[in-house]
C-alpha cells in the first residue's frame, strides 16, 4: 500500500477590505495560504479576521491539493 505524499500549508482566515468583494464565503473573507511559516508570519501582521487580529494554523495537504492551490 503506497502512502500519498503531502506538504505542510499554513493558512489564515482574513478580512478583505471594507468597500471591496464579499469573498468566496459571502461574509468578507478570504483564506490565504503560504507554504513557509515565515512568509505567514509576515503576510498577517495588521491583519483581522472579524475584526481580531488573525491568526494562521498549519495542516498536511496532499501534493495534488497543494499543487491545485498554485504551492507545490
Do not use: H
Not at 505524499?5 to 482574513?14: I, W
Request: charged content about 30%.
Amino acid at each position: 500500500m503506497s502512502r500519498e505524499r503531502t506538504v505542510t500549508v499554513f493558512e489564515t482566515l482574513v478580512d478583505g477590505p471594507e468597500n471591496g468583494p464579499a469573498g468566496p464565503a459571502g461574509d468578507g473573507t478570504f483564506v490565504v495560504r503560504r507554504r513557509k511559516e515565515a512568509d505567514m508570519k509576515v503576510f498577517i501582521v495588521g491583519k483581522t479576521c472579524y475584526g481580531t487580529p488573525a491568526t494562521y494554523d498549519s495542516r498536511e495537504v496532499s501534493v495534488a491539493l497543494a499543487r491545485r492551490w498554485g504551492l507545490a
